[in-house]
């Protein structure tokens, strides 16, 4: 059974970074998509990134494009995103989310962060604020 550990969250002023990590548990990455979901305060769960982890292919919103990076590590068992620039807009809480896909959409289609419903495992989230 696949288990989403996210961590890296913090408190940070405008224009600093943070590093936010998601870690895989019972199961390596190959064939899911990894998505970056987050819920700001009174907002709905918005899609901020996702990796086709299998061939490192990736998507992001336009909201944190040039911004945010997201990437994975040599072993599929472990999502990155590393945020910088931050803005007071960026506070939330951050959820990863696996997103099992056939190996034709793995191979052959950009991953989907704006349909959190396709994904069926999620971690318990990781709070950032950016505040002055």
């Known amino acids: 059974q696949l288990r989403l550990v996210e961590s890296g969250g913090g408190s940070v002023q405008p224009g600093g970074s943070l590093r936010l990590s998601c870690a895989a548990s019972?199961?390596?990455?190959?064939?899911?998509?990894i998505g970056w979901f987050r819920r700001a305060p009174g907002k709905e769960r918005e899609g901020v990134s996702c990796i086709s982890t299998s061939v490192g292919s990736t998507n992001y919103a336009d909201s944190v494009k040039g911004r945010f990076t997201i990437s994975r590590d040599g072993a599929k068992t472990t999502v990155y995103l590393q945020m910088n620039n931050l803005e007071p807009e960026d506070t939330a809480v951050y959820y990863c989310?696996?997103?099992?896909?056939?190996?034709?959409?793995?191979?052959?289609?950009?991953?989907?962060?704006?349909?959190?419903?396709?994904?069926?495992?999620w971690g318990q989230g990781t709070q950032v604020t950016v505040s002055s």
């Open positions: 989310a696996a997103d099992p896909r056939s190996r034709y959409e793995l191979l052959f289609r950009q991953c989907v962060f704006d349909r959190p419903a396709d994904y069926d495992v």
């Open positions: 019972g199961d390596t990455l190959d064939y899911y998509y």
